[in-house]
T-cell receptor, first 118, second 115 residues
Framework: KAGVTQTPRYLIKTRGQQVTLSCSPI?????VSWYQQTPGQGLQFLFE???????NKGNFPGRFSGRQFSNSRSEMNVSTLELGDSALYLC?????????????????FGPGTRLTVL | GENVEQHPSTLSVQEGDSAVIKCTYS??????FPWYKQELGKRPQLIID?????GEKKDQRIAVTLNKTAKHFSLHITETQPEDSAVYFC??????????????FGKGTKLSVIP
């Protein structure tokens, strides 16, 4: 099976602009989670989508949003970019999470999108 | 929410020696504890994981131990090799309060194996 893919791999934007990142999960995986990785804060959870619904959300401002399509592909959007949004954005997919009161599968990460805000 | 502490932040060992990385967590309801390895410029890759009903798990040179009472777990790498050099992240999965589960990561340990 092909792994998790993310596009674009690199992106340069200026403050105030908005950006959309895309994630294609492993075939058959229905859960997609997004993370922000920075040297200072490490890996921080943004949100998780399952069956086109946001099931979980981390502590990020409303400028960060996402969605999931019927084929499980997911996008995240950041509006009104700030310098501090420069980071590696990783998505991870799994078969499902949280069924029957227990996580059911491992998360597999994509290569990430390196966003630089100037 | 869950709080995960990882120590040390950097670790240097001689090739062939063992390396140990420790993580503590706060939510006693957490039940899944994976470890990821991230080489420079690459994606995090799962190397081993353990669930709350198991105390220890081993895979060749890598082992993870879990102490649920004390709420800590550790990664053990024996006979280290230069290719083990990377950043290692522990993670803890527990209920998010929204009927789902959330993975919280430690800040990472940069392991350097000196030939």
């Amino acid at each position: 099976k092909a792994g998790v893919t993310q596009t674009p791999r690199y992106l340069i934007k200026t403050r105030g602009q908005q950006v959309t990142l895309s994630c294609s999960p492993i075939s058959g995986h229905r859960s997609v989670s997004w993370y922000q990785q920075t040297p200072g804060q490490g890996l921080q959870f943004l949100f998780e989508y399952f069956s086109e619904t946001q099931r979980n959300k981390g502590n990020f401002p409303g400028r960060f949003s996402g969605r999931q399509f019927s084929n499980s592909r997911s996008e995240m959007n950041v509006s009104t970019l700030e310098l501090g949004d420069s980071a590696l954005y990783l998505c991870a997919s799994s078969l499902d999470r949280g069924l029957a009161g227990e996580s059911t599968d491992t998360q597999y990460f994509g290569p990430g999108t390196r966003l630089t805000v100037l | 929410g869950e709080n995960v502490e990882q120590h040390p932040s950097t670790l240097s060992v001689q090739e062939g020696d063992s390396a140990v990385i420790k993580c503590t967590y706060s939510d006693s309801a957490s039940n899944y504890f994976p470890w990821y390895k991230q080489e420079l410029g690459k994606r995090p890759q799962l190397i081993i994981d353990i669930r709350s009903n198991v105390g220890e798990k081993k895979d060749q040179r890598i082992a993870v131990t879990l102490n649920k009472t004390a709420k800590h777990f550790s990664l053990h790498i024996t006979e280290t090799q230069p290719e083990d050099s990377a950043v290692y992240f522990c993670a803890v999965e527990g209920p998010s309060g929204a009927g789902s589960y959330q993975l919280t990561f430690g800040k990472g340990t940069k392991l350097s194996v000196i030939p």
